[in-house]
Nanobody
Framework: QVQLVESGGGLVQAGGSLSLSCAAS????????MGWFRQAPGKEREFVAA????????YYADSVKGRFTISRDNAKNTVYLQMNSLKPEDTAVYSC???????????????????WGQGTQVTVSS
């Protein structure tokens, strides 16, 4: 069983920054991709960013490119999402996810991810 636990959400003013963390534990392989997704009220969950096991491949949604940075520390089994220049439209529940099946390549599709965290609320006030 694999557990993913997010932390770091909260309330911030527009233009501010937040940093999210996602710690993985349990029986997870040594090479897995990680992704961040978000779901705003009344909207479907959408892709935010993803990073492969070596950090060599990174994807961002166009809406966050240049403002968000995904990174990982494999020694700590933790992935991070640094969010800068936050906008009210970034308000959502942010969830991390792990993909064990894709050693090569990286996916933006939530259906490709095997494990999910419970999510953390990010609220950006205008």
């Amino acid at each position: 069983q694999v557990q993913l636990v997010e932390s770091g959400g909260g309330l911030v003013q527009a233009g501010g920054s937040l940093s999210l963390s996602c710690a993985a534990s349990g029986r997870i392989s040594s090479r897995y991709s990680m992704g961040w997704f978000r779901q705003a009220p009344g909207k479907e969950r959408e892709f935010v960013a993803a990073i492969n096991w070596s950090s060599y491949i990174i994807y961002y949604a166009d809406s966050v490119k240049g403002r968000f940075t995904i990174s990982r520390d494999n020694a700590k089994n933790t992935v991070y999402l640094q969010m800068n220049s936050l906008k009210p439209e970034d308000t959502a529940v942010y969830s991390c996810a792990a993909d064990e099946s894709r050693i090569y390549g990286l996916s933006r599709r939530q259906d490709d991810y095997d494990y999910w965290g419970q999510g953390t609320q990010v609220t950006v006030s205008s």
